[in-house]
């Protein structure tokens, strides 16, 4: 028995040697292939890798290029307009600056004035108050002179303060921006019109002696005669600034040189802007203090008080507007 299996077995083992053996030469062979289609896939991928980056680095070399030609182009335009601002500098007409720092410099000046304006507001009211008890309490002529004159006297702080503001930024206090919406309805070059204060004074102000009528009245006269003096000259302003601006026909065919002159022409004109504010700012200032000289203290006081009065009303009356319901 043992004679019989002996040559089985052998053959049996020696086949499935065999099979292994086949088995694992295929299987050495797929592994060959497999390993040379992903070496090839990887070859593919670094190329085309390679490729786009080769591609992106072109493009990035382009942009460059065009950036730099850009620049140049902007440097040249500027040193262009900074020849011809150079030349009408030289011809004796001056051009401000402008750009993003002087517009912060005007918002930082407008701010200011802002503020300088409502302590000043706040100082007026205190003084207003103490003005209306005295009056009030029948003070003595000696007492109630001192807080008037300190009235009159804070009056020329604020032509000061709105004088100051006019060099920083002369369209802000033309424009009365820093008033409340009614008082900017009255508005005149940035402030009140004196005639038309003192002919709300005189009804309030009764009764007066005949001198005293006579000389408001020509007070009134001569304010009214100046405010027309000033009116017609912006009117005169604005008709030139538009004509300028407008330019000749064909000057605006995008010659720089052109542009500049008008520029420059009307800049130059713009300057006197703040010279109408400041004549009309002295008119208002001598007009309260003739008005002062003509009054008596007490009715100097009493003056004092219903102007004070009307801007009160003026700005309640803003803000009952302000506030006033709207229908959708």
Not at 51 to 57: G, I, L, P, V
Not at 177 to 202: D, I, N, Q
Not at 287 to 315: E, V
């Amino acid at each position: 028995m043992m004679t019989e299996l002996s040559p089985r077995t052998d053959t049996s083992t020696d086949g499935d040697t065999d099979d292994k053996a086949m088995g694992f030469h295929s299987g050495q062979s797929h592994g060959h292939v497999v390993s040379d289609a992903s070496d090839k896939s990887r070859d593919q991928k670094t190329l085309r890798r390679l490729a786009q980056n080769r591609e992106a680095a072109r493009k990035s070399r382009l942009r460059k290029k065009a950036y730099v030609q850009q620049l140049e182009s902007s440097r040249m335009k500027l040193s262009q307009l900074e020849q011809e601002l150079q030349r009408a500098r030289q011809q004796g007409i001056f051009i401000s600056s402008s750009g993003e720092q002087s517009q912060s410099a005007s918002g930082n000046g407008a701010s200011s004035f802002h503020v300088e304006y409502a302590r000043w507001l706040d100082e007026q009211n205190r003084r207003i108050s103490e003005l209306r008890d005295a009056v009030s309490a029948h003070a003595g002529d000696g007492e109630l002179r001192i807080i008037v004159d300190g009235v009159v006297s804070h009056y020329e702080d604020i032509f000061r303060i709105k004088a100051d503001a006019a060099k920083n930024d002369v369209f802000h206090v033309l424009s009365g921006m820093w008033k409340t919406p009614a008082e900017r309805c009255f508005l005149w070059l940035g402030g009140f019109r004196s005639s038309e204060l003192l002919k709300l004074l005189v009804t309030q102000l009764e009764p007066l002696t005949e001198q005293q009528l006579l000389a408001i009245n020509n007070l009134q006269q001569t304010s009214q005669q100046a405010e027309d003096a000033l009116s017609q000259g912006m009117d005169a302003l604005q008709q030139s600034l538009a004509e300028t601006l407008a330019g000749s026909p064909g000057s605006s065919g995008g010659n720089v040189a052109n542009y500049m002159g008008q520029m420059a022409m009307a800049m130059g004109k713009l300057g006197t802007l703040e010279g109408f504010i400041r004549q009309a700012d002295n008119l208002r200032q001598q007009t309260l203090q003739q008005m002062h000289r003509i009054l008596t203290t007490r009715q100097s006081a009493r003056a004092l008080i219903a102007i004070s009065d009307y801007f009160s009303r003026l700005r309640a009356l803003s803000s009952l507007w302000l506030a006033r319901p709207r229908e959708n």
